[in-house]
């Protein structure tokens, strides 16, 4: 916790700090470190807090497509509205299709919704993007999961559960 709550300490200064520049760099540094403050308070459930340092991100870099599926994520966690969630992710795709969390993210909502074959289609999609071999296997394994839950569901006659 002392450890989470430092480096808490330093992302608010140096996002402070940064907040007042109008240099592009600046200002995506700056998105950074209120990205990277809004996870700390997620993990922290300061739910109310991470939502406004996301909208600081949004802000100062309207265009960060992964800020979009982190906020989506926030809203699933804090308020289990999966509408606005899934609203932020398809957003975050609109903005960047070569977004590779946001498909792998949809994925693994549909699955948890029982949607099999729209997991299937945005996990390949996400595989497509992957950037790095351990990336591709983990996005590969979610995949054929979700390959597995079909096939044991036709062979079985059961339906997959969902939200």
Request: aromatic content about 10%; hydrophobic content about 35%.
């Amino acid at each position: 916790m002392f450890y989470i709550y430092q480096n808490e300490k330093i992302l608010i200064k140096e996002a402070g700090t940064l907040q007042n520049t109008k240099n592009d760099c600046c200002s995506s540094r700056t998105s950074l470190h209120y990205d990277w403050y809004s996870e700390a308070l997620t993990d922290q459930q300061q739910f109310g807090k991470a939502d406004e340092m996301y909208d600081k991100c949004i802000d100062l870099e309207p265009d960060n497509a992964t800020t979009y599926v982190h906020k989506g994520l926030l809203q699933l966690q804090w308020k289990q509205d999966l509408d606005r969630g899934l609203e932020l992710i398809s957003k975050a795709i609109e903005i960047d299709n070569k977004c590779d969390f946001a498909y792998e993210t949809m994925g693994t909502i549909e699955v948890q919704r029982g949607n099999m074959e729209k997991a299937i289609d945005m996990f390949n999609k996400a595989i497509n993007l992957a950037k790095s071999e351990m990336e591709m296997a983990h996005l590969y394994s979610l995949c054929d999961a979700a390959h597995a839950q079909t096939e044991v569901a036709k062979k079985y006659g059961l339906k997959p559960p969902t939200l």
